[in-house]
């Protein structure tokens, strides 16, 4: 019920910008929220950037005003524009589409994720 694939990751230039696309089948793009993840080695999963069926979207704080996420439902695709990218956005980042209750948060069954490596 549900699966996300990502794409669009590479080896980038400090300064340089990617795209990063997430393909969905299921429900997964009629959900209320879409959101991008991102993690390292040794560490969990951070929340970078989400938007609601809105339109409505939310940053990190550290990718405010460089990152933009966007969708488009009837190609069932989400986005995650890259800009100026720097070295501590290296990561394996994700797409998934969080549901969040008292009791825990829901996530549906991650991809593979797409690999994002900035170096000089």
């Known amino acids: 019920q549900g699966q996300v694939v990502e794409s669009g990751g590479g080896l980038v230039q400090p300064g340089g910008s990617l795209r990063l696309s997430c393909t969905a089948s299921?429900?997964?793009?009629?959900?209320?929220?879409l959101a991008w993840y991102r993690r390292t080695p040794g560490s969990q999963r951070e929340l970078v950037a989400s938007i609601d069926s809105g339109g409505s979207t939310k940053y990190a704080d550290s990718v405010k005003g460089r990152f933009t996420i966007s969708r488009d439902n009837t190609k069932n695709t989400a986005y995650l524009q890259m800009n100026n990218l720097e070295f501590d956005d290296t990561a394996v980042y994700y797409c998934n589409a969080p549901q969040y209750f008292s009791s825990g948060n829901y996530y549906y069954p991650w991809g593979q994720g797409t690999q994002v490596t900035v170096s000089s």
């Open positions: 299921g429900s997964v793009f009629r959900a209320y929220i």
